[in-house]
């Protein structure tokens, strides 16, 4: 088992940063890639971001490319996500997810282990 707590949501205006942290404990976080996820008011879950366990490859959902940055510290066990120019319409619950395959990761499918999420609100 893997269990991953996220942080570092709030609330902020639009073109402010953030970065949400998602801290990974139980077994080895090595093998396992991470991502970000979102849902957003009546809206359904959406793909921000994926990295590969090695921190090699990522990959970003169209509506994020240029502004977030997903990361990973293995010798903290955590991923980031680094926001900048935010919009209202990035607010959401952000989701941190992990599973062996990052093709899972992207997909959206068959994750194993999630996060309860962070909000992030944005402001006009």
């Known amino acids: 088992q893997v269990q991953l707590v996220e942080s570092g949501g709030g609330l902020v205006q639009a073109g402010d940063s953030l970065r949400l942290s998602c801290a990974a404990s139980g077994r080895t976080f090595g093998p396992y890639s991470t991502g970000w996820f979102r849902q957003g008011p009546g809206m359904e879950r959406e793909f921000v971001a994926g990295?590969?366990?090695?921190?090699?490859?990522?990959y970003y959902g169209d509506s994020v490319k240029g502004r977030f940055t997903i990361s990973r510290d293995n010798a903290k066990n955590t991923t980031y996500l680094q926001m900048n120019g935010l919009k209202p319409e990035d607010t959401a619950l952000y989701y941190c997810?992990?599973?062996?395959?990052?093709?899972?990761?992207?997909?959206?499918?068959?994750?194993?282990?999630w996060g309860k999420g962070t909000l992030v609100t944005v402001s006009e």
């Open positions: 997810a992990a599973d062996i395959s990052l093709r899972a990761i992207v997909r959206g499918k068959d994750i194993n282990f």
């Open positions: 990295i590969h366990w090695s921190g090699g490859t990522t």
